[in-house]
């Protein structure tokens, strides 16, 4: 395994965990709970949360299986579209300062589709 692989790996695993743990909690919360914390529909939120487990799992899950490895880019362009709109979201709602954490995680998530697709893609 070349390092950029592994680099690629770590990463992803890092991802998944992030929107597993982030999507769970939206699909987990009140939605009571939800609405007091955003702005947004408590439907759209929860649209949001299942794009991020189902995001998560297709960081991971076709590499590991070796099973339409081709969503693993997909998956990444779809977390960097939402972190995209998190920040945009998060500027637009208020101070700026708080989109730098969801702009790294969206770098991170475009380093994993553009990794995944040119630099090292995963073995079908």
Same mark, same amino acid.
Request: positive net charge.
């Given at each position: 395994?070349?390092? &950029?692989?592994?680099?690629?790996?770590?990463?992803?695993?890092?991802?998944?965990?992030?929107?597993?743990?982030?999507?769970?909690?939206?699909? !987990?919360?009140?939605?009571?709970?939800?609405?007091?914390? &955003?702005?947004?529909?408590?439907?759209?939120?929860?649209?949001?949360?299942?794009?991020?487990?189902?995001?998560?799992?297709?960081? =991971?899950?076709?590499?590991? &299986?070796?099973?339409?490895?081709?969503? &693993?880019?997909? !998956? !990444?362009?779809?977390?960097?579209?939402?972190?995209?709109?998190?920040?945009?979201?998060?500027?637009?709602?208020?101070?700026?300062?708080?989109?730098?954490?969801?702009?790294? =995680?969206?770098?991170?998530?475009?380093?994993?589709?553009?990794?995944?697709?040119?630099?090292?893609?995963?073995?079908?």
């Amino acid at each position: 395994m070349n390092r &950029t692989n592994k680099i690629l790996w770590i990463i992803q695993a890092l991802l998944a965990a992030l929107f597993l743990f982030a999507g769970a909690m939206k699909l !987990a919360m009140p939605g009571a709970e939800l609405a007091k914390q &955003t702005p947004f529909p408590v439907a759209f939120i929860r649209f949001i949360g299942v794009a991020e487990v189902l995001g998560a799992i297709g960081l =991971v899950v076709p590499g590991l &299986t070796r099973i339409r490895t081709s969503l &693993t880019p997909l !998956a !990444a362009i779809g977390l960097t579209i939402i972190m995209i709109g998190a920040v945009i979201s998060t500027v637009a709602i208020g101070p700026a300062a708080p989109a730098v954490f969801p702009l790294f =995680v969206g770098a991170l998530a475009a380093f994993v589709a553009y990794g995944r697709n040119r630099l090292a893609p995963l073995p079908r």
